[in-house]
């Protein structure tokens, strides 16, 4: 069985957590059995290896994603980058070319595309497996999930089955309704299309053909840059005729906003804080070590990261993204492949920030042309190569670069340093890296 | 003319502007024509300085206070420090033996005491002209000025005051009351009691002695732990009977809690925030880099420092006090008579600080016996000296320290350095000062 998961944009609507470079699907929030945090991506990799072992995993996601899914779910998962954002439908034909072409699938075997965020229970992974097997059997091209709706939501589009039944042939798309058309659409028996769909792998490559003009996954990788921003249901789903709909009526929540983040929150914390028992119905996420005290608030989120400090009504919280597309700031935390950054202070010649090596892991070797840099190690165990030269370290050990100079620290153990970067132009884009000599 | 601030406590209310070490009166949050902010000190020692120019001003402080009443008032101000904190009745006598023998002042002149922050306009201060001469025209031992009041408080203790003559004799003297009674005392005319009074400064002298056997400042101060926790009310106002009132109808407020003090803020928000238009009544004190964005709150106050976050309802606010005597943290930020520093990050066994120091001021020459510390200069010039040795230091030099080595920083222009302390046992008490060499 091979599911694809869509890591999907940045979503500025859970700021301050998410941002440009971190997805929310990354946020470390979902509490588990053992008291320890998850993120969305960690929660759905985990169910899918615990009902589906065999399935293949594949997660069609951005560049700049790759780091936090190597950091979170390990090496063994299958990444396929996009080059740049292009909406689903090229995502999908790249990451079927990647299965076909890299991983070498056959053309016959079914693939399963689901979002990588849905806040669902086992029922909906065992559903996959479903769809999967009816892909198979090629009664239909495409078969979609439809998901029983709860509510006359103005947020979903809708899918028009041609009856009750659990399998049907699917008669009409609807695009997000009004409220009233919602109702209508759920009076007749309509469900929410949330974006899941199983195809056999030869179906998607063909469908593609008639768009983009391709030979194989590099020729398309190379040239996805140029290719038309169009959305897979609008491209293949809504032309197909041969289409079902299997009805599936577990959960399924979309944890988009920090209303329906917060509902799937175990507790009313997350980090330090302090609510007065004047409080109701308040949620606080706090990823800085400094303490929130709240007092006599209502139906409020509260959230704190390096970015900055959202203190929100829920329901006005649906409304943050021009807000939040207005605060142009600095990059304050980010998730590397081999740990993370955090930046401690930003001043007109220098910035510091605070780097965190995993155990085993070690930064591109690298210089910059702008500036000098000074890293004090302040705890672990490794090594640093300077211009070729290569030293011991340990907490204390002070290196200082000058602007040109190629430089790298390898982590033994859990390694973090203090560095600060100086120069009249401090800039992320100033970096040359090289292979290490 | 002989002014005594009273300059008090660690404040908690004010959280998390105001902490352990630094009081409430020395945020600078009152904006100013200029735009810039001034503390309630600046406030008030510039209206005293405006209306009294030649007034001798003397503060009350804590030997913790000293370096912010430095930085923020300069050197020409006299300040009587308390070796510890003893009530009121032994900081008054501290001073006026301070007035006595170390400024010379004779014991026949007036003196008047008031406290340090009430948020006030220049008829405030005219009246503690007429304070004084009333003093020293000697008609009573102790002249108080009874601030008319404009509700029936519950948090001011009242002066029941002989008639409703500008000047009259005290009759009695009201603790805290209830509303009920606090509204019976306003229809009979009586005063709030604001801690401001007027003596003749051989007076207190005179009180002083039978409580407490001293003969002169130095004497005083050297026993001052060992001294009884008493009020000057209690102590000597309570026991008067040629006693005074004078009515003051000006404005007068205190600013001790999140509700007055947004009440007295000229703007909704000091630091960087956006409130979207569906927020009332929301203010918003940030002293972090960080954006804050509330969405959709109403009588709400938001604030955020280097101690932490506080979002309460306005008038829950005034409760907030057991909550912060909870949170017990390092000491994040604190002004020095040389600058300021700022904790930037704190690990088992390292704490890495940012450090500002003013033009022309440096730290004293000291060693630490348990821990390094790295110092990254990040701007400005200045002059370091280590065991002895003094070196001119720019943008980009590193010192390196071992503990037991003796250093300081000098700075010619404003001076900024990042310092990392590395060790296993941190302690801001491991300090050994030396004069310099």
């Known amino acids: ?39 969305m991506v960690q929660r759905v990799y985990r169910q899918i290896r615990s009902v589906n072992k ?91 999930m439809g998901i029983a709706p709860t509510y006359p939501s103005e947020k979903y589009g809708y899918i028009i089955p041609e009856d009750a039944k659990e399998i049907s042939r699917v008669l009409e798309f609807k695009e997000k309704p009004v409220k009233t058309a919602a109702e209508e659409y759920i009076r007749n028996g309509a469900l929410w299309n949330g974006g899941v769909f199983a195809y056999r792998l030869g179906y998607v490559l063909e469908q593609a053909q008639k768009r983009i003009d391709f030979t194989d996954y590099h020729e398309l990788f190379s040239k996805y840059e140029t290719l038309e921003k169009i959305s897979f249901d609008y491209a293949v789903a809504e032309q197909e005729d041969q289409i079902q709909v299997m009805r599936f009526a577990g959960q399924w929540k979309d944890l988009g906003t920090w209303n329906t983040l917060t509902e799937a929150m175990e507790e009313n914390c997350v980090g330090k804080a302090i609510l007065n028992d004047t409080c109701s ?29 959202l203190v929100s009504d829920k329901e006005q919280s649906s409304y943050i993204k021009p807000f939040v597309d207005g605060i142009t700031q600095q990059v304050m935390f980010a998730e590397k492949s081999w740990g993370s950054f955090r930046v401690m202070d930003v001043e007109e010649e220098s910035l510091t920030i605070k780097v965190t090596l995993n155990s085993g892991h070690r930064m591109n ?21 300077v211009d070729g030269m290569q030293q011991e370290v340990a907490p204390g050990d002070v290196i200082t670069m000058e602007a040109g100079c190629r430089h790298t620290i390898v982590a033994w153990t859990e390694l973090k340093l203090i560095e600060v970067q100086l120069g009249k132009e401090i800039s992320a884009d100033d970096k040359q890296k090289y292979p290490l000599e």
């Open 54 to 144: 065999d399935a293949s995993v594949t997660i069609a996601a951005s560049r700049a994603q790759v780091s936090s899914i190597r950091n979170q779910l390990g090496g063994s998962v299958g990444i396929s980058v996009e080059p740049c954002r292009r909406d689903t439908f090229p995502a999908i034909v790249l990451v079927s070319a990647y299965l076909r072409d890299v991983q070498g699938v056959d053309s016959n075997e079914p693939v399963v595309v689901c979002p990588i965020d849905p806040f669902v229970e086992e029922d909906y992974f065992q559903m996959l497996k479903r769809l999967s097997d009816q892909a198979e059997k090629g009664e239909a091209n495409l078969v979609l």
């Open 281 to 309: 119905n308040v949620h606080v996420v706090n990823e800085t070590g400094l303490p929130i005290l709240a007092m006599g608030l209502h139906d409020v989120v509260i959230s704190a990261s390096a970015e900055g400090i």
């Open 1 to 39: 069985m091979n599911i694809v998961l869509l890591s999907g944009g940045s979503g500025k609507r859970l700021w301050p957590l998410s941002n440009d470079i971190r997805s929310k699907q990354f946020i470390k929030i979902l509490k588990q059995k053992d008291g320890s945090y998850e993120s």
């Open 365 to 385: 070797y690298h210089s910059h042309k702008n500036r000098d840099e000074v890293w004090t190690v302040i705890s672990g165990r490794g090594y640093t190569i």
